[in-house]
Structures are given as structure tokens and as C-alpha cells.
């Protein structure tokens, strides 16, 4: 079961909606550029919704809905359930998680700069690994029931 998120990780999540409304494209693009180091992790992706750009903004969408609706999730089941589903088809693993919140969290700072603080940085830790959590959950179901 996942540890629910903290009223004050819920609060800081959703007053940085506004600003991922605004930067959600630029910080999925940086964070893309950091994941794609990693040439295994680059091989999973389809790198022409990458190049079109498409993947960004997806990912971004995703998470500005995240953001918005931490405090209910309910609201996101059947978004959780495609992504689930899109990465059980791609072979994302759980231990693919722990790349992505090491180039996802750096990018926001990257991107927002001093208004990134360590506050902002810390609540979006603990609600990446909260969704991951989720994700990793119903992913791993999927992958049984498909053995």
C-alpha cells in the first residue's frame, strides 16, 4: 500500500500547477535530454514522438493533471491505467523509476531556477515516488496477468 502523500507535500504540489501550466514543456524536454544519457534508457522511448516533440507535451500534460488533481486522485484513474498499460507495452520496469525522478527533478530546477527551492523539490520527490508507487503497482499486475 502506498504511504498517502502529506497535506503539505499536497499543498506545494498543486501551487506549482501555475508554473508547470507554464513550463511543463520545457521541463519534460530537459528532462528527456538527461533520461536520454542513459542509451538503454533512450531505447525504450519512440524517439520519433520525441523529435515531434509530441512525447514532451505529453508528459507534461500528465503531469500539470497530477499536479491539479493530487488531492484526487480518483480523477486519474483512467489516465493511470493508459500510462500503466503504455508502459507494460514498451517495457518500462520499476527499475527504470529511479532514472526518471533523477532527471525529472534536476530539470525542474533546471528550468525554474531559484523558484525550484528545496521545498518545491522535496514535495515533488515524495510526489513522483508516490505516483511511481502507483504505477510500478498496477504495472506489475499487468505484466502477471499477461505471463
Given at each position: 500500500?502506498?504511504?498517502?502523500?502529506s497535506?503539505?507535500?499536497?499543498?506545494m504540489?498543486?501551487?506549482?500547477?501555475?508554473?508547470?501550466?507554464?513550463?511543463?514543456?520545457?521541463?519534460?524536454?530537459?528532462?528527456?535530454?538527461?533520461?536520454?544519457?542513459?542509451?538503454?534508457?533512450?531505447?525504450?522511448?519512440?524517439?520519433?514522438?520525441?523529435?515531434?516533440?509530441?512525447?514532451?507535451?505529453?508528459l507534461?500534460?500528465?503531469?500539470?493533471?497530477f499536479?491539479?488533481?493530487?488531492?484526487?486522485?480518483?480523477?486519474?484513474?483512467?489516465?493511470?491505467?493508459?500510462?500503466?498499460?503504455?508502459?507494460?507495452?514498451?517495457?518500462?520496469?520499476?527499475?527504470?523509476?529511479?532514472?526518471?525522478?533523477?532527471?525529472?527533478?534536476?530539470?525542474?530546477?533546471?528550468?525554474?531556477?531559484?523558484?525550484?527551492?528545496?521545498?518545491v523539490?522535496?514535495?515533488?520527490?515524495?510526489?513522483?515516488?508516490?505516483?511511481?508507487d502507483?504505477?510500478?503497482?498496477?504495472?506489475?499486475?499487468?505484466?502477471?496477468?499477461?505471463?
Amino acid at each position: 500500500m502506498t504511504k498517502p502523500l502529506s497535506p503539505e507535500t499536497i499543498a506545494m504540489v498543486k501551487a506549482t500547477a501555475p508554473a508547470l501550466q507554464q513550463h511543463g514543456v520545457a521541463i519534460t524536454t530537459r528532462m528527456y535530454e538527461r533520461l536520454f544519457v542513459d542509451p538503454a534508457i533512450k531505447a525504450l522511448f519512440d524517439q520519433a514522438a520525441q523529435a515531434s516533440g509530441e512525447q514532451p507535451k505529453r508528459l507534461a500534460a500528465a503531469i500539470l493533471a497530477f499536479a491539479q488533481n493530487v488531492d484526487k486522485l480518483d480523477v486519474l484513474t483512467s489516465a493511470i491505467e493508459r500510462i500503466a498499460a503504455r508502459h507494460v507495452e514498451t517495457h518500462i520496469k520499476a527499475e527504470h523509476y529511479p532514472a526518471v525522478a533523477n532527471a525529472l527533478l534536476p530539470a525542474i530546477r533546471d528550468v525554474l531556477g531559484d523558484a525550484a527551492t528545496d521545498d518545491v523539490l522535496n514535495a515533488w520527490g515524495e510526489a513522483y515516488w508516490f505516483l511511481a508507487d502507483v504505477l510500478i503497482g498496477r504495472e506489475a499486475k499487468m505484466y502477471a496477468d499477461a505471463a
